[in-house]
């Protein structure tokens, strides 16, 4: 199964929020990455069949999403960033109530909802309404629809928002060990959520992409551009006014401060192993600038 994306572009007045974007995935957890505003929502929902694009075309298996119509919504998970629900419906009525308009049966619903009550651990308030659960709750009973009717394809956006450490590791545990037989597109800002699952990480900058590779090869890409160094807690402003600043560690006698940097920022910096975040930050990094450098 091959889900190909060639040119894709969606403009908004004068705004181009996806621009001639192209990638091709098959099964396996795939991250998407990227600031807001850079168009990750667009393409997913694109993705998704509820937004017509303004070029280009999604292909599954050599064929037109669009065409495929309710063959491919059918073979569809999806979980909206901004995920809604009918506040007065219990949990369970909400979900039974999702899994008719997925053309599911009562009886195979019943056992699927069990299931999932299960693993999004709502089994507690299956009875309860909506309206009087927790915004991590919510954000579960989307995990949840999104899976009813066990898709091929799963398209994720901010999924693990509002979970809480345990139920974010439990999710991706989940989302391995089904992926061998499906395409997951899995966007999100907790980089940890990609960084150990994501067969490739696709990184999209401005409406375009910018990479598609495995985590530790777009880590990799930077070596030599992240530092350690320990200073004086009095010197840390001066550093960010400067460089892009990762992690701080406090010691008793100081700051362990990670910086980003084409050249070392203090002559007793030591150069470290980058990993995933770095590599967001090197791009995305509040004072990286447009051109992802970095001045000294």
Sequence with gaps: MEL???????????????NHFSVSINQGVYGLLGPNGAGKSTLMRMMADILK?????????????????????????????NFGAYKNFTVHRFLLYIAALKGIGRKAAE???????????LEDVKSKKIRALSGGMKQRIGIAQALLNDPSILI?????????????????NLLSEISSEKIVLLSTHIVSDVEYIAKDVIVMKQGQLLRQAPSAELAQEIKGKVWSVRIPEIRLAELKQK????????????????????????PDAVAVDPDLEDYYLYHFGEEAGRNGTFSA
């Design 111 to 121: 056992q699927k909802i069990d299931r999932l009550l299960k693993f999004v651990n």
């Design 156 to 172: 994720l956006d901010e999924p693990t928002s509002g979970l809480d450490p345990n139920e974010r590791v439990r999710f991706r």
């Design 4 to 18: 190909m994306i060639e040119n894709l572009s969606k403009q908004y007045k004068d705004k181009w929020a996806v």
């Design 53 to 81: 694009p303004t070029a280009g075309r999604i292909l599954l298996d050599e064929r037109d999403i669009h065409l495929m119509g309710d063959e491919y919504r059918d073979m569809l998970g999806y979980l909206p960033q």
């Design 243 to 266: 460089y892009v600043i990762g992690n701080i560690l406090r010691h008793q006698n100081g700051i362990e401060v990670r910086v980003l940097s084409e050249e070392a920022p203090l």
